[in-house]
């Protein structure tokens, strides 16, 4: 069997088992397929992810309630505004200083200081971020989040934090919501509901960012670009929080917008390359890593004073 017949069967196989994994395992089997042997269909991939990206962004827009969200997270508001601004600002500033893609920095530095692969998912296709800077930042907020999982119920432990700070400190410090759930409910059931409403307060930060990237990234001489996407996904979000619709419709909304996205990383996954990771090297990665750390000890000793 020629070499192309097999990579476009397990192209379509692992496209399958990509519905029923996690989305760092369907990330992961991508950039596999992608370095060993090869993707057929690269530029069908890449065009159908960007709308995928879109489609799953707005779908989860019927998981979030307007009023809940920005209720529960009424107390950690003036920190969760610092420190997404604070983070945004540090990342610019470590991006160039160690001469980073700025639109690969401009990502890791959305991922860290909101929620991670969803604000790396609403942000890419708005700054026309290639699959590369994509995977790479969406790949340095995975492996930080799988650290964050299991090394910060340890450690509040071992400094006697109490539910809510160690809640609060969760739900700044840890990147995706689905890792802030994991910890908060390693830690207790106060620290999950703390952890949890600060979270999806932090999530709404997605609709500026997305609107200032658009200006931020627009081509010289060019008007903006308008996230349309985004806009959708507000109306998805105030329908859900203005309209009583039956939780059987949402939920299904949402799960699929979940595997939907879940999808959408296999096939980003399947557009890294080897000479793309030659070129950007490991730089990425010591930025994500250091705004996590950075990010992590401020609130830290925040939550503590």
């Not at 496209?15 to 090869?38: E, K």
Request: proline share 3%; net charge positive; glycine share 8%.
């Amino acid at each position: 069997m020629r070499k192309e017949n097999i990579a476009k069967i397990l192209f379509i196989l692992l496209l399958v088992v990509s519905f029923f994994v996690t989305p760092a395992v369907a990330l992961f089997l991508g950039i596999l397929l992608s370095l060993t042997i090869g993707v057929p269909y690269s530029k069908l991939t890449k065009k159908v992810s960007k709308y995928l990206l879109q489609i799953s962004v707005v779908g989860l827009g019927f998981g979030m309630n307007l009023h809940q969200s920005l209720q529960a997270g009424k107390e950690g508001m003036i920190f969760t505004i610092i420190s997404v601004i604070g983070v945004m600002i540090l990342g610019a500033f470590l991006g160039k200083l160690l001469k980073i893609n700025h639109k690969n920095s401009y990502l890791i530095s959305s991922g860290t200081a909101i929620c991670g692969g969803s604000a790396i998912a609403a942000v890419a296709p708005v700054i026309d971020a290639d699959e590369n800077d994509t995977s790479l930042a969406l790949i340095t907020i995975f492996v930080l989040n799988a650290v964050a999982l299991f090394i910060f119920p340890p450690i509040g432990r071992a400094l006697d934090l109490s539910q809510v700070q160690f809640g609060t400190w969760a739900a700044i410090a840890i990147h995706d919501t689905s890792s802030v759930v994991g910890a908060g409910a390693a830690y207790g059931d106060e620290a999950l509901k703390v952890a949890t409403t600060i979270k999806l307060t932090r999530a709404l930060w997605i609709i500026p960012l997305a609107f200032v990237s658009a200006f931020v990234f627009r081509t010289k001489g060019c008007k903006a670009s308008i996230p349309y996407f985004i806009i959708w996904f507000v109306v998805a979000m105030l329908v859900n929080t203005y309209f009583t619709l039956p939780q059987i419709v949402t939920t299904n909304i949402v799960f699929i917008a979940k595997k939907l996205l879940t999808v959408t990383l296999f096939l980003i996954g399947c557009g890294l390359s080897i000479s793309a990771l030659k070129t950007v090297g490991v730089k990425p990665l010591l930025l994500g890593v250091i705004l996590w750390v950075i990010i992590s000890v401020v609130t830290l000793l925040v939550v503590m004073l």
